[in-house]
C-alpha cells in the first residue's frame, strides 16, 4: 500500500516528525540505508522554513502584543478622563458628560482596541476646545494613542499577511514536494522487496501509520485582540 498522502493543512511540525521517523527507518536497514540521504536533505529544508515559519509568527505576536499594550493604556485613558470630567461638571448626565460618554466608561473599555478606537477618535477635536485645562489636557494624550494604534494594527495585518503568504508559497509547497519523495521512494522500496525478496510488506514499514482518530496537528495561532 502506498504511504499516505500527507494533508496541505499539516503543521510543519507534523511533516518533519514523518521525514525523520522514515530518515531513521531507512538509516537502520541494511537492505535501505543508502536511501536515506535525501530525506535528511529534505529535512535540512524543513528546518530551514520552520524558522522562516517562527519568524513571520513572531511578528505578528509582536503586533499583537503592541495592539494589547495600547489598548491597556487606552482605558487606562478613557477611566481617568471620565474622572476627571465628572469631577469637572459635577453631573454625570449633563450634555457635556454625555457628549462623550452616551454610553458608559465601562462600556467604552469593555470594546476592542479597533473598536475602542472608533469610538474615540473624534474627541481630541473636541477636548482641544474644552474651557478647561484639566481636560484640554487630554486631547494630545489620546491623539497620541489613537495615532500609534493605526501604526500598530498595520503591523499586525503585515506580519498576518507575510504569515498566511509564507504558508501557501512554502509550506504547502514543500508538502506536494514532500509527497511526492515519498511516493518515488515507496516505488523504489517496491522494486527493491521484489529483487530482493524482502517480503511484499516490507516497504510499508518504513512510514509512518497514522492512529486512527490521529488529527492533524494546528499551527499555532496569536492570541486575538481582547474584547
Known amino acids: 500500500m502506498a504511504p499516505r498522502n500527507i494533508p496541505s493543512d499539516s503543521s ?16 537502520g536497514d541494511a537492505n535501505a540505508s543508502d536511501l ?20 513571520a509568527w513572531r511578528e505578528e505576536i509582536r503586533a499583537q502584543a ?26 454625570r448626565k449633563s450634555p457635556r458628560f454625555t457628549r462623550y460618554f452616551a ?15 472608533e469610538m474615540v477618535r473624534g474627541w481630541p ?16 494624550r489620546f491623539s497620541a494613542i489613537i495615532g500609534q494604534s493605526g501604526g500598530a494594527g498595520e503591523a499586525r495585518i503585515k506580519a498576518a ?19 511526492g519523495q515519498r511516493n518515488t521512494l515507496y516505488a523504489t522500496l517496491l ?7 524482502l517480503g511484499k510488506y ?4 518504513f512510514f509512518r501509520v497514522q492512529a486512527r482518530k490521529e488529527a492533524a496537528a494546528p499551527e499555532p495561532v496569536p492570541v486575538p485582540v481582547p474584547a
Not at 103 to 117: D, G, H, S
Not at 191 to 197: G, L, M, S
Not at 202 to 205: E, G, S
Open 66 to 91: 503592541v495592539m494589547d499594550g495600547l489598548n491597556d493604556q487606552l482605558d487606562d485613558l478613557v477611566v481617568d478622563f471620565a474622572d476627571t470630567l465628572a469631577f469637572t461638571v459635577r453631573d
Open 125 to 140: 477635536a473636541s477636548l482641544a476646545t474644552e474651557p478647561e485645562a484639566a481636560l484640554k489636557d487630554f486631547a494630545p
Open 36 to 55: 536515506a540521504g535525501p530525506m535528511a536533505a529534505t529535512i535540512a529544508e524543513i528546518d530551514e522554513l520552520h524558522r522562516g515559519q517562527r519568524a
Open 191 to 197: 522494486q527493491r522487496a521484489e529483487e530482493r525478496k
Open 103 to 117: 454610553k458608559t466608561p465601562y462600556n467604552i473599555v469593555r470594546l476592542a482596541l479597533p473598536a475602542e478606537i
Open 12 to 27: 510543519i511540525e507534523g511533516i518533519w516528525e514523518e521525514m525523520v521517523y522514515t530518515e531513521a527507518r531507512l538509516g
Open 161 to 179: 499577511a507575510a504569515r498566511a503568504d509564507h504558508r501557501v508559497r512554502a509550506i504547502e509547497t514543500l508538502i506536494a514536494k514532500v509527497n
Open 202 to 205: 516490507w516497504p510499508d514499514a
